[in-house]
């Protein structure tokens, strides 16, 4: 993967009902540069989006 800045990834939000398919998606999403934030719930993601 290129290096790139912390500005220039994209946030990126990860939502599912499945807490661990949200976990091992964030830990591969972070691992990998992007700044991503999870949430188990449609409302909770409303708020953060």
């Given amino acids: 993967m290129l290096e790139?800045?912390?500005a220039e990834m994209p946030k990126l939000l990860v939502l599912d009902d499945e807490p661990l398919a949200v976990e091992m998606l964030e830990t591969f999403l972070k691992l990998n540069g992007y700044e991503a934030v999870a949430?188990?719930?449609g409302a909770d993601a409303l708020l953060m989006a």
């Fill in 4 to 6: 790139r800045r912390a």
């Fill in 39 to 41: 949430v188990l719930c």
